[in-house]
C-alpha cells in the first residue's frame, strides 16, 4: 500500500493532462456505495475525499433508472482524483459490462465497499485488496433484499480489511471475520462549531416560532414518528423542525401538526446556519432492528454547535454519551427533557463534557488511522 500511495502522488502531474472526455482512466481505488455522492453529507464522503488526497479514486452509486437512450453512465468530476460514477444500466450486476467505459486498468489496487449488494462485481473485477467499511447492517432496514445477509458473508470472505462506523457493528462482525477494526463516526468540529458565530439564521427557520427543538438528517423509518406526533400535541408551545429528505417513506406518513414544520434537504454546508437557530437537538429514533447498530453521526455534529441533545436510548449513543445527552424513552421523558434543557442549566458542565469527547475525534485523524491499518494489512 505504502508503494501505491508514492506511486499516486508520483504520477499525480501526469494526471492533471489527461482529459476527462470519454476515456477511460487508471484509478487506485473503486469505491462502491448504497449512498450516493450528492445526497446527504456522510461517511463516505467524509473519508473517501480523504482517501482521495493520496489514491485516485472511482465512486461508484447504485444505478440510476434506466434509460436505454443515455450513455452508459453520468461521471462526475468532484476534482482532479476523486470521480463519482453514477451508472445507467438496469441492475448492480450490470455495472461489470460499462466498467470497461471508464477504467483502463486490469488490476486494481483497492476495492472499497460501503454495501455487500455490490458483492457480484468481484468476479469481474481484479483487486488487489478489498476492504468493507461497514457503517449499518443494511439487511434489517426497510426493503432490504434477502439476498443481502448472503451477500456480505461472501463479501466479508474476499475481504483483508474490514472496518465497522461503530462498536455495536463491531461486536457483530468481529465474530464474523479476523481482521475487523472499529472506527466510530467522527465530526468535522470547525465546521459545526460555526453555529456559535456570528453566521446567518436561514429565512425559513427564522420564521419558526422559538423555542425549537430540531432534528436533520434522512427521515425514514428508523425515525420514532409517533413519538414525534405525541410530543408535539403536548407541547404546543414548542416549534419541531425536522430537515432532511424523506426515504422509503410517504409524505402522508408524516405527523402533521401546526408546530411540526418539515424543512425539506439541506446542503451540507448550510448545516451549521440551521443548527445555530435550534434550542435543542433530537435524535427521536425508533428502538427497533432498523436502529440495532446505529452510530449517528449527528450526535457529535450537535455537540460540535454547543446544542442540548435528547435521544431515544441507541446502543451506541447510551454507551459512549450517557453522561452528557438526555436518554428518553416516553413522550413523558422527552417532555420532561425539553422542560429541564430549556431552563439551561448545568450548561457549563455539558460544554464540558462536550469539549473531552471532541478533543478524542475528527474525521482526518480517524482517515489517518484507517490508512495506517491499510498499510499494514494490504497485499
Given at each position: ?101 471508464y477504467v483502463n486498468n486490469n488490476t486494481v489496487s483497492f476495492g472499497w ?267
Amino acid at each position: 500500500m505504502i508503494n501505491n500511495v508514492k506511486n499516486a502522488q508520483k504520477n499525480k502531474l501526469n494526471r492533471k493532462k489527461r482529459s476527462y472526455g470519454n476515456a477511460p482512466q487508471h484509478y487506485d481505488m473503486i469505491v462502491f456505495s448504497h449512498l450516493r455522492w450528492q445526497y446527504v453529507y456522510h461517511r463516505p464522503q467524509h473519508i473517501i475525499s480523504r482517501m482521495a488526497k493520496k489514491l485516485k479514486v472511482l465512486f461508484i452509486e447504485e444505478p440510476v433508472p434506466y434509460d436505454e437512450n443515455k450513455k452508459s453512465g453520468n461521471l462526475i468530476i468532484v476534482d482532479e482524483i476523486l470521480h463519482v460514477l453514477q451508472p445507467n444500466v438496469r441492475d448492480i450486476q450490470s455495472i461489470a459490462t460499462i466498467i470497461p467505459n471508464y477504467v483502463n486498468n486490469n488490476t486494481v489496487s483497492f476495492g472499497w465497499f460501503y454495501s455487500a449488494a455490490f458483492c457480484p462485481l468481484l468476479e469481474h473485477i481484479n483487486f488487489e485488496n478489498i476492504i468493507y467499511d461497514c457503517i449499518d447492517e443494511l439487511s434489517l432496514l426497510k426493503d432490504a433484499s434477502a439476498q443481502l445477509v448472503h451477500q456480505e458473508k461472501y463479501l466479508m470472505a474476499q475481504a483483508n480489511i474490514v472496518f465497522t462506523g461503530g462498536k455495536s457493528l463491531y461486536e457483530s462482525k468481529k465474530q464474523l471475520h479476523k481482521n475487523v477494526h472499529c472506527f466510530p463516526n467522527s465530526v468535522d468540529e470547525f465546521h459545526f462549531s460555526k453555529a456559535l458565530n456570528g453566521i446567518a439564521i436561514p429565512d425559513d427557520i427564522a420564521a419558526v416560532k422559538s423555542p425549537i427543538v430540531g432534528y436533520y438528517g434522512v427521515i425514514d423509518e428508523r425515525i420514532d414518528l409517533p413519538l414525534l406526533h405525541e410530543v408535539a400535541k403536548r407541547m404546543p408551545d414548542v416549534s419541531f423542525v425536522m430537515i432532511g429528505p424523506l426515504a422509503k417513506i410517504e409524505e402522508a406518513d408524516l405527523p402533521k401538526e401546526s408546530n411540526i414544520h418539515y424543512l425539506g434537504m439541506k446542503f451540507y454546508n448550510e448545516l451549521p446556519n440551521y443548527l445555530k437557530a435550534f434550542d435543542i437537538a433530537m435524535m427521536p429514533f425508533a428502538l427497533k432492528d432498523a436502529t440495532k447498530y446505529s452510530s449517528p453521526t449527528k450526535t457529535l455534529e450537535y455537540m460540535a454547535a454547543a446544542k442540548p441533545i435528547i435521544s431515544t436510548k441507541i446502543k451506541d449513543v447510551v454507551r459512549d454519551y450517557s453522561i452528557c445527552v438526555s436518554l428518553i424513552d416516553t413522550a413523558d421523558d422527552f417532555c420532561e427533557a425539553i422542560s429541564f434543557l430549556l431552563e439551561k442549566r448545568d450548561r457549563l458542565s455539558m460544554e464540558m463534557e462536550y469539549y473531552k469527547i471532541l478533543q478524542e475525534t475528527s474525521w482526518d485523524a480517524t482517515a489517518y488511522k484507517m490508512e495506517l491499518v491499510i498499510k499494514a494489512y494490504a497485499k
